[in-house]
């Protein structure tokens, strides 16, 4: 028997899930959002302690998943993907637009603050307390800050289009890989499932909001000349806006209008409540059936 969940099914569940999502306390976004950009700091400082050993960019790209791997399998909010599951929800009529707008902000902020939160500890760590300078993965760390922030700014306008674009091909992969999520019912399927497109923006040096909130911080911290305005003009606020189009046009919206979700008819607030009072006639008009 297999556990392979078809992509009709696929986005029934996709849809089901953005529902779930749109109608969480702000709490629980919060909550869940700060944790999600902590575990994808991990992931990001783990591929970056690799490369700065002297192997190559290609293991760490392969480690990075694991924290997608982490945030999904707990149930977490990122952003990036809820970029592509909440407008599939708007379009099977599920979720309504300012549950979406509702969802994307609490949530961005939730992974900004779990985001510089790790980038925080992980700069006291390596720098022993702000006693030393962080070694090779300190010159890693700024050297990746900048080419993400003050490369775009000496390119001007391309830097700009630069940017969206990277972003795009970045996000086009998470969302996919929030998807896949789900194509399996094994929790070894689903590791497999999302591993392949998340390694692949990665290795591919894209670019991710929620990563970068982890990376532009960090490099600042260990004192790369950027400046807070140079990290949003010139990387959030582009990066942010190719992650939204990649996930919302390419992802949610183009896997939904080939794999429409059949929506669950809405029960009424009286049969809510009256369960019992319907369910008696109902079994006394099946007995008579029978007879």
């Not at 089901?16 to 919060?30: E, F, V």
């Amino acid at each position: 028997m297999t556990d392979y969940v078809n992509p009709k099914e696929l986005l029934q569940e996709a849809v089901q899930l953005a529902k779930r999502k749109s109608d969480l306390p702000a709490r629980d976004m919060l909550i869940r959002g700060i944790l999600a950009g902590a575990f994808l700091g991990y992931a990001t400082s783990l591929a970056i302690v690799v490369t700065s050993q002297g192997l190559p960019p290609i293991v760490g790209a392969i480690l990075f998943p694991v924290g997608f791997v982490m945030l999904a399998l707990l149930g977490l909010e990122l952003v990036t993907g809820n970029f592509a599951l909440l407008p599939a929800g708007v379009m099977a009529g599920t979720v309504r637009i300012t549950k979406l707008l509702r969802n994307w902000g609490w949530v961005y902020l939730g992974n900004l603050i779990g985001s510089v939160f790790y980038a925080a500890l992980f700069y006291l760590a390596i720098t022993n307390w702000r006693t030393g300078n962080g070694g090779a993965v300190a010159d890693l760390l700024k050297q990746a800050a900048q080419k993400k922030t003050l490369a775009y700014a000496a390119l001007g306008y391309s830097g700009w289009g630069t940017a969206i674009v990277k972003a795009v091909l970045c996000n086009w992969m998470v969302t996919i890989g929030a998807m896949l999520a789900m194509v399996s019912k094994s929790t070894v399927g689903k590791i497999a499932a999302m591993w392949l497109p998340i390694m692949t923006f990665f290795a591919l040096g894209f670019e991710h909001s929620v990563v970068n909130m982890y990376v532009i911080p960090s490099g600042m911290m260990l004192g790369a000349p950027i400046s807070l305005g140079q990290a949003l003009l010139w990387n959030l606020l582009p990066v942010t806006l190719g992650n939204f189009l990649a996930g919302t046009l390419l992802t949610g919206m183009a896997l939904y209008a080939t794999y429409p979700a059949v929506t669950a008819p809405i029960v009424s607030v009286a049969d809510a409540q009256h369960p019992a009072q319907n369910e008696q006639p109902a079994a006394f008009a099946a007995a008579a059936g029978m007879h």
